[in-house]
């Protein structure tokens, strides 16, 4: 397969990338292996773990912590302030992504509700408060549906 096929790049490391058009702000932290798909806006100060996979068209907001071998589908929105606009970032919540936690696409995280380790939300939820570690989460709002080991035998 030829690399050269798709959007242009943006060098972010020697491994990481993203592609345009996306918006990149200050003090991004970004680990090794990290692909940023096109159209993201990706806030200040946030901080992507090594081997992440964020795909395109996401909204992730300022201070969000997302950890290593993490999957974002695409057109997700992860959020951080309760009463926007507060204007007032003491206020905020911000997301924390633990590793391995994959997110389905069209999928939208509001402030402080977390994914622990190797959780999953499912495709068009909304998570209005954390998931514990190993769970598999979907619905609007999202609700428990099974352990991650079940859904990976699903796989």
Not at 89 to 97: D, G, L, S
Not at 125 to 132: A, C, H, M, R
Request: aromatic letters at 6%.
């Amino acid at each position: 397969m030829d690399e050269d096929i798709g959007g242009e790049r943006i060098s972010l490391s020697a491994t990481s990338c993203a592609y345009k058009p996306c918006y990149l702000g200050k003090n991004l932290v970004v680990g090794e292996h990290v692909s940023i798909g096109a159209m993201c806006h990706i806030g200040r100060n946030v901080t992507i773990g090594d081997n992440s996979n964020i795909q395109g068209s996401n909204y992730i907001a300022d201070r969000t912590t997302i950890g290593a071998s993490v999957f974002i589908g695409p057109n997700s929105t992860i959020l951080n302030d309760k009463y926007p606009p507060s204007g007032n970032a003491e206020k905020w919540i911000p997301v924390e992504v633990h590793n391995n936690a994959v997110v389905g696409g069209g999928c939208t995280l509001l402030p402080g509700a977390n994914l622990g380790e190797s959780s999953v939300l499912g495709g068009g939820s909304v998570l209005t408060k954390p998931i514990p570690a190993g769970e598999v989460w979907a619905g609007n709002p999202a609700r428990f549906l099974m352990t991650r080991e079940e859904y990976d035998n699903k796989r």
